[in-house]
Nanobody
């Protein structure tokens, strides 16, 4: 059974930090590119960051460049998103995504709220 389980979300003040984790199981994690998306209710998912299978290459949404860092541990089958200098506009539900060819899996999401 394929599972992607996100954790690490919560309420944080502007300027604070959070580290999101996404634990994968049920498929060969190291064969999948991993991404983080976020969604505000009533809007579409936005791609925040992607990391390739080996972790050599990463991409970021312009608004998070220099603040967020994606990483992965293929031994632990986990992808991370370190989020620093958080802003109120980062408030959203964050989802991890796994893709390899036509295979695609989503997690259930973790809520991040940035507010004073």
């Amino acid at each position: 059974q394929v599972q992607l389980v996100e954790s690490g979300g919560g309420l944080v003040q502007p300027g604070g930090s959070l580290r999101l984790s996404c634990a994968a199981s049920g498929f060969t994690f190291s064969n999948y590119a991993m991404s983080w998306y976020r969604q505000v209710p009533g809007t579409v998912h936005n791609l925040v960051s992607t990391i390739t299978t080996t972790g050599v290459s990463t991409t970021y949404l312009n608004s998070v460049k220099g603040r967020f860092t994606i990483s992965r541990d293929n031994v632990k089958s986990t992808v991370y998103l370190q989020m620093n200098d958080l802003k109120p506009e980062d408030t959203a539900t964050y989802y991890c995504d796994a893709r390899a060819g036509k295979n695609k899996y989503w997690g259930q999401g973790t809520q991040v709220t940035v507010s004073s």
